[in-house]
């Protein structure tokens, strides 16, 4: 007797390719990054879940697998007010000041 199995929603989904959208929200890459990496823009302190996979013993492999908890994506969209979402800005440097 086969047994229908319903399919599980993703736990995790991946940064969409540079070109592409995420098809779960449609935000681009850049905005997804400024929700799960700590940078200046969300004073370190990303308000969505995140983890980095790294596969050892490949020695193709330079950097890991930045993979998103999808359920806090979601959580965190339907957190702001009105339904609109917050794009958090890119800091930038003022003109006078110098970067070491």
Known sequence: MQQNK??????????????QRDPHTGLSR???????RAQPCND???PVESRV???RGNPATK???RL???QSLLDYLNSRPGG???VLEE???PENEVVK
């Open 44 to 46: 370190f302190k990303p």
């Open 6 to 19: 319903v399919p599980r929603p993703a736990e995790y989904i991946r940064l969409p390719r540079a070109d």
């Open 84 to 86: 609109q979402v917050i």
């Open 63 to 65: 950097r890991g697998i």
């Open 91 to 93: 800091q930038s440097q």
């Open 68 to 70: 998103i908890r999808l």
């Open 30 to 36: 850049s905005t997804l990054d400024r929700l799960v």
């Open 53 to 55: 996979v790294n596969v």
